[in-house]
Structures are given as structure tokens and as C-alpha cells.
């Protein structure tokens, strides 16, 4: 019955949009709202309601990022599941649908504004975490000027390299301008690229009697200026600036973490997982709206994307293409790649080829 009723649940989500907010409903918005409705047509069909719960979070991690009120967030959640009962009676000619589907859709509705306010406030916790950190990097980043005479300050070019330590200890550095691709040296020469660094981020490099050569490196991907603070001066600095311990503590374990996750990918996901995360990641970290579409306002070669995700240059091309040929990615200037990611996270999670 509720299979049957998907038409008459759309067609009145689009009549609300066109009359309440007097716009035309994009495809893709069209799209959301289906995905809504099968995702409520199997939790009452299996009592499985962790996809809907999923999917109600991030809908209100969405209307939290847009700058919605959460109560206005809770009014449209429930504006929509009592959509679903007005689809359910207008599909039985107004006759009520059997009361056990009014009783689940009742507690879905319950269970469905919990998630996404849930999902709401954890965006709310997340945008003030990096507002903290912001703030806290802003402060690292005039202490680190000035004081710059201290440290050694690298202009770089586009395909410029920060190499690995030859010598024991560390070197704190912080990305002025520009981006740089974090990446390590494998032993069979190739790279594997661990995260792409923007305008105050930091990373760390170090080396101890008892390791073998560090292989962090780092390499411009457009003019670019980092400034190096090498281990003697870090000691003053963060004695100067507290903030730079935190930075210092955070570069190292993000760096683990992002080590681990790699490893963990490359022994547990398939190339197709491996590059629709990485291309998500990527556009939410430094995409823009376009259109329908979100631009990654990155250089991305097909062998750089290659070297992040541990593949080959030719598989990331053929790979692209087929996004491409399905209206998923579509090349742009510049080797940047605007992407529809709702699309796009739909095959990362089904692994689809």
C-alpha cells in the first residue's frame, strides 16, 4: 500500500512547493524526497529503521548548515510524514489505510524528529568546534608572522617539494597561502598522498635515532608560502602561544588517523569506494555550488586523484570517464571536477560499480 501511494506522497510534496514557496522543485530535490519515502517504505516493511534514522540525521545536519531553525527543521520533518498519511488516504480514495500503518507511521514520526534533531545539533557542536579551532589557528597564524624572522619562511611554486627529514627531530609547519598535497614516499618510489592542505592548516614532520627516514612530504599545488619552525623553536613558540601545542598534538594524531584509514581502505574497499569517498571528501572540504552540481575548486590530475587512493592513473581515467558518461562528475577547467554528490554518496555506499 505505501509502495502504491509514492506517486500521490510526490506529486503532493511538489503541489507544496510550488504553492508554500513558490518555486519549481529541482530534480534532485524531487530525487531526496523519493529517497525519503522508499527509506520510510522499508523500515515499516522490515523494522529496520537505521537507513531512515541515518537519513533523517543528515537531513537535519543539512537544514542546520543552511541556517534553519531547529524548530523549523521538526515543523517540515512532520509537514512531510503527515504528507505521507494524506498520500496513504487520497491513494484509498479516502478511506483510512489499515490502523496498524497509521500506529508505525505515528511512531516513525516520533522517532524521525528525534534524528534530525539529533543530526541538527551535531552540526551545531561541529560549526562551533571549528569555529574554536579557526579562531585558535587565526591566533597561531599572528604569533607565526610576527615573529617570522625567526623562522624560515618557503615561497613555493606549483610542483615545488618540502622534502622528507634527513636529520633526527621535527619540523612544525603552517600553510600561510596556497595548498599543498601531504603525501608519503613508498619504497617502490611511487607516492600515496595522505590529505590536501589549505590556507592555515599544519602538519608535522619528524625523525628519530631509532626510525628509518621520515617520509612525509609535502608538494605545491599553486604558489604557495609555508612557514618552518624547526624543533628548538617550537619550544618557544608554544611556551609564546599555547595554541600551537594543540596544533602540534592534532597534526601528529590526524596524521595517524588519516595513516590508519588509508590502510584500512586499501585492505577493506574497493578502487570505486576508494575514489567516490575521495572525491566527497574533497568537495565538502573545498566545493562550491554549481548549479546542480558542487565544483572542487582543486587542481585534480587523474595521477594525482590516482596517488590518493592508491590506484593506478589509467583506472582513475577510465573510472572518471564512466562517472562521467552517467552524469555524475563532469570535467571542468583548470583540471578541477564539479560532482553531484548525492549521487555520488549513493554508490559509495552501495560499492556500485
Not at 96 to 123: C, H, Q, T, W
Not at 126 to 147: D, F, P, Y
Request: charged share 25%.
Amino acid at each position: 500500500m505505501l509502495k502504491k501511494s509514492e506517486q500521490a506522497y510526490e506529486g503532493r510534496w511538489v503541489g507544496k512547493t510550488e504553492t508554500e514557496f513558490a518555486t519549481v522543485a529541482q530534480p534532485q530535490v524531487v530525487e531526496e524526497h523519493r529517497r525519503y519515502w522508499q527509506s520510510i517504505v522499508r523500515a515499516v516493511e522490515t523494522a529496520d529503521f537505521e537507513e531512515l534514522l541515518g537519513f533523517s540525521r543528515e537531513a537535519g545536519r543539512y537544514q542546520a548548515r543552511t541556517g534553519m531553525d531547529l524548530s523549523d527543521a521538526i515543523r517540515r520533518t512532520i509537514e512531510a510524514t503527515n504528507m505521507i498519511e494524506l498520500a496513504l488516504l487520497e491513494h484509498n480514495n479516502g478511506e483510512f489505510p489499515p490502523l496498524e500503518i497509521i500506529n508505525e507511521l505515528a511512531d516513525l514520526r516520533s522517532m524521525i524528529a528525534m534524528a534530525v534533531a539529533d543530526g541538527y545539533k551535531l552540526e551545531d557542536k561541529a560549526k562551533e568546534s571549528e569555529l574554536a579551532g579557526a579562531a585558535a589557528k587565526e591566533r597561531l597564524r599572528v604569533a607565526l608572522i610576527k615573529q617570522r624572522g625567526k623562522y624560515a619562511t618557503r615561497v613555493l611554486a606549483t610542483g615545488d617539494e618540502i622534502a622528507p627529514l634527513y636529520d633526527d627531530g621535527m619540523v612544525f609547519h603552517f600553510v600561510e597561502t596556497g595548498m599543498l598535497r601531504l603525501f608519503n614516499l613508498l619504497p617502490n618510489g611511487r607516492t600515496i598522498t595522505l590529505s590536501i592542505l589549505s590556507e592555515n592548516d599544519v602538519f608535522l614532520q619528524w625523525r628519530t635515532e631509532s626510525s628509518t627516514l621520515s617520509c612525509l612530504c609535502a608538494e605545491a599545488m599553486g604558489d604557495a608560502c609555508v612557514i618552518s619552525v624547526s624543533q628548538s623553536d617550537l619550544t618557544d613558540l608554544i611556551a609564546a602561544q599555547p595554541a600551537a601545542a594543540i596544533d602540534v598534538i592534532g597534526s601528529f594524531a590526524k596524521r595517524m588517523t588519516e595513516s590508519q584509514v588509508l590502510i584500512e581502505d586499501l585492505l577493506n574497499n574497493s578502487v570505486n569506494v576508494r575514489l567516490y569517498r575521495t572525491l566527497l571528501e574533497l568537495a565538502e572540504k573545498f566545493g562550491r555550488l554549481d548549479g546542480s552540481a558542487t565544483l572542487i575548486d582543486v587542481p585534480l590530475t587523474h595521477q594525482r586523484l590516482a596517488d590518493m587512493i592508491g590506484s593506478n592513473r589509467v583506472t582513475v581515467t577510465r573510472k572518471l570517464h564512466e562517472l562521467a558518461e552517467r552524469g555524475i562528475v563532469e570535467n571542468r577547467r583548470n583540471a578541477s571536477i564539479a560532482v553531484v554528490t548525492e549521487k555520488l554518496r549513493r554508490l559509495a555506499i552501495s560499492d556500485e560499480t
